[in-house]
C-alpha cells in the first residue's frame, strides 16, 4: 500500500461546479499536510496547509481527518485556471521525508 | 530574494555519465530536499538535508548522492547516469523539516540517452 494515495481522476468538471478531491495516507502519526498545485511541467506551489479544525482561503476549504486518516480540498464554483494537478503532501513523524500523493488533475471546461 | 534557484534548466547526458545539479536558497531554510517526478506521477524523495552537513536519504536515493557544505546550496550529483535517471528534478526548502510549507525551485528537465 502507498503510504500517500489520492483519488486517481482525472475530473472534468463544468465551470462553478464544486469539486472535492481526498487524499489518504497510511501512517497515523503523521504530522502535517499540505495541499500543492502543479500546473503543467511547473513546478508544484503552495495551495494550503490542512489544519485539524479545517480551514478555508476563498473557494478552497481544507479539512482532515485523523480517525481516518485523510485530507480533502473542495474547490467552490470552479474556474477554468483551476484547471491544473493537485498533489496532496503528508509528513511523518520522522521529520524530513515528506510524501507526494500521485495527484489528482482536474480540468473546468466552459 | 530569489528564492529557490536550480540549474540548469535542461540537460541531457549520455549513458554514464556524470553531472551536477546545482540549488541554492537564498531564504536561510535549514531543509533543503531534492525530489523527480516521472511522467504521470507524483514527487518522490531523493535526498534530503536537515541543515548543513547532515543529509539522508529519502525513497529513491541510488545513483545519486548528495552534499550540504553551506545553508545555502545542495547539489544533487549523478554518478553514472542511466536511462532510467530520465526525469525532471526538483530541489525544494523549508524552514523545518515538519510543520513548514516546501518552496520549489523550477525544475531540471534531464535526459539521458
Not at chain 1, 474556474?79 to 503528508?90: E, G, I, M, N, R
Not at chain 2, 556524470?18 to 511522467?39: F, G, I, K, V
Not at chain 2, 539522508?56 to 552534499?67: A, C, F, H, K, R
Request: net charge neutral.
Amino acid at each position: 500500500r502507498k503510504e500517500v494515495e489520492q483519488d486517481p481522476g482525472p475530473f472534468n468538471v463544468p465551470e462553478g461546479a464544486t469539486v472535492a478531491f481526498n487524499c489518504t495516507y497510511s501512517n497515523s502519526a503523521s504530522q502535517s499536510f499540505f495541499w500543492y498545485r502543479q500546473d503543467c511541467r511547473k513546478e508544484p506551489k503552495l495551495l494550503m496547509s490542512v489544519y485539524s479544525s479545517g480551514n478555508e482561503d476563498g473557494r478552497f476549504t481544507a479539512q482532515l481527518n485523523r480517525a481516518s486518516q485523510y485530507i480533502s480540498l473542495l474547490i467552490r464554483d470552479s474556474k477554468l485556471s483551476d484547471s491544473a494537478t493537485y498533489l496532496c503532501v503528508v509528513t511523518p513523524p520522522n521529520a524530513g521525508k515528506s510524501t507526494f500523493g500521485d495527484g489528482t488533475t482536474l480540468t473546468v471546461k466552459p | 530574494n530569489a528564492g529557490v534557484t536550480q540549474t540548469p534548466k535542461f540537460q541531457v547526458l549520455k549513458t554514464g555519465q556524470s553531472m551536477t545539479l546545482q540549488c541554492a536558497q537564498d531564504m536561510n531554510h535549514e531543509y533543503m530536499s531534492w525530489y523527480r517526478q516521472d511522467p504521470g506521477m507524483g514527487l518522490r524523495l531523493i535526498h534530503y538535508s536537515v541543515g548543513a552537513g547532515i543529509t539522508d536519504q529519502g525513497e529513491v536515493p541510488n545513483g545519486y548522492n548528495v552534499s550540504r557544505s553551506t545553508t545555502e546550496d545542495f547539489p544533487l550529483r549523478l554518478l553514472s547516469a542511466a536511462p532510467s535517471q530520465t526525469s525532471v528534478y526538483f530541489c525544494a526548502s523549508s524552514q523545518g523539516a515538519l510543520y513548514s510549507p516546501l518552496h520549489f525551485g523550477n525544475g531540471t528537465r534531464l535526459t539521458v540517452t
